[in-house]
T-cell receptor, first 117, second 115 residues
Framework: DQQVKQNSPSLSVQEGRISILNCDYT??????FLWYKKYPAEGPTFLIS?????DKNEDGRFTVFLNKSAKHLSLHIVPSQPGDSAVYFC????????????????FGKGTHLIIQP | KAGVTQTPRYLIKTRGQQVTLSCSPI?????VSWYQQTPGQGLQFLFE???????NKGNFPGRFSGRQFSNSRSEMNVSTLELGDSALYLC??????????????FGPGTRLTVL
């Protein structure tokens, strides 16, 4: 049973446009959410996070939105740049004491973002 | 500040063997977690160590074990390797702050191939 779902395995966006990556979760205990970016042969790189007490968090070109009632979050990248081409993972946590909890971080299966020139 | 380092980066083993992977966290980080990444299952949590104690554990068989040393460095061990253990094993460290959320920072991973 997948508790964190990224339903789009891939997404193609033109350079300069907005990229919107979506993530849904089922576990109501999740209260902290993170986005990671991963290039081939490298570990995931932390991008941005949001706790359940907020519905939006911005960091430069990256904004994460959280809709708790819908159990949905999204990552917006504006404007999209060629270097943004990577796999993006959504992750969720239920523990305030670490990046993970009893189950560690629960990850979605990722969305491969391709930025076209 | 140096990032999370993992050794070795690549490893080839045969079925039935055992393997030990090593992880050095970011300086000052006391929590180390391990994850397995496979094409079919994605990133799955193995276990987390803090202050030399396993604090959390994922849903993996007992063949997967780990430990943490007093300098926060961690090792994970897989015994009696199976073909399905072929994966990218990722280590992540985080700064422990009680009552606060802590982002995990990942190393580059160890690519294990079991033949």
């Amino acid at each position: 049973d997948q508790q964190v779902k990224q339903n789009s395995p891939s997404l193609s966006v033109q350079e300069g446009r907005i990229s919107i990556l979506n993530c849904d979760y089922t576990n109501s205990m999740f209260d902290y959410f993170l986005w990671y970016k991963k290039y081939p042969a490298e570990g995931p790189t932390f991008l941005i996070s949001i706790s359940s007490i907020k519905d939006k968090n911005e960091d430069g070109r990256f904004t994460v939105f959280l809709n708790k009632s819908a159990k949905h979050l999204s990552l917006h990248i504006v404007p999209s740049q060629p270097g943004d081409s990577a796999v993006y993972f959504c992750a969720a946590s239920a523990s305030p004491y670490s990046g993970g909890g009893a189950d560690g971080l629960t990850f979605g299966k990722g969305t491969h973002l391709i930025i076209q020139p | 500040k140096a990032g999370v380092t993992q050794t070795p980066r690549y490893l080839i083993k045969t079925r039935g063997q055992q393997v030990t992977l090593s992880c050095s966290p970011i300086s000052g980080h006391r929590s180390v977690s391990w994850y397995q990444q496979t094409p079919g299952q994605g990133l799955q949590f193995l276990f987390e160590y803090f202050s030399e104690t396993q604090r959390n554990k994922g849903n993996f068989p007992g063949r997967f074990s780990g430990r943490q040393f007093s300098n926060s460095r961690s090792e994970m061990n897989v015994s009696t390797l199976e073909l399905g253990d072929s994966a990218l094993y990722l280590c992540a460290s985080s700064l422990y702050r009680q009552g606060s959320y802590n982002e995990q920072f990942f190393g580059p991973g160890t690519r294990l191939t079991v033949l």
